[in-house]
């Protein structure tokens, strides 16, 4: 073998190899621990709700190491358990600071008694002065109400009015507030039809009610109930298949 300069010329170009690799290794490990390379700054990008303190005590509780050591991973897992923020990225940003980028929520409703719900159905924990409306449901029906909120909305925009509640029972059945005061049952099916009709019809009907109308049920095939004091009631003259029904409700 030693008398094969192709072999001894490929150990040799081997050793060279690892003896560089080796000597950049080693100098990588000296120049890590050199006090130029510790961390003196974590910039934070997207904060509203997060507060300076916030992002110091996950600094001093999450981050060990200098800018070559310092753990992204645990960092940004660290960040993502603030109340507000809903994703977090972490980079390097020589030589000696790391940069962060926070995504929070961005708040939709509350979600029943003590939770927030962000544009994307997802519940999340925060405490907040902002109005906003109130959706509820079933544990998993997230994402449904919100979209359903969405839908809600966009239905009684000719009315000038919104749901400032939503509600969907534990029997899949949804009723609504609006911010005048009424409530609205849609029952469990054909909600956007049975609201889209109410719509239609609530210029010649509903408006010419004096006082505002308390209780609306649309829960009928041909109509819907209404509970508000007779004596505010104007006559209104409406075709026959547009009078308010008794009927089976759904």
Known sequence: ????????TRLTRWSL???AM???WALLVVASRLSMFDL?????NGAQHVTREQVDLVVHQHLTGN???ANLDVARAAFTK???????SVRRHWPDALEVTLEEHTPLARWGDAALLNRYGEVFQAATAQVLP???GPAGSEKEVAQRYAEFSKLLLPLHQRPVEVNLSARRSWAIRLDSGMQIALGREQMTHRLTQFVALYPSTLANVATPVQYVDLRYPNGFAVRAPLAA?????????????QGKQA
Do not use: Q, Y
């Open 1 to 8: 073998m030693w008398n094969d300069e192709a072999t001894l």
């Open 17 to 19: 190899g690892l003896t």
């Open 22 to 24: 080796l000597a950049v």
């Open 40 to 44: 003196r700054e974590v910039k934070v």
């Open 67 to 69: 800018f070559f050591s």
């Open 82 to 88: 603030l109340p507000w923020v809903r994703d977090a």
């Open 134 to 136: 109130l959706l509820s």
């Open 233 to 245: 009631v104007k006559p209104i003259n409406t075709p026959p298949h547009k009078d308010v029904a």
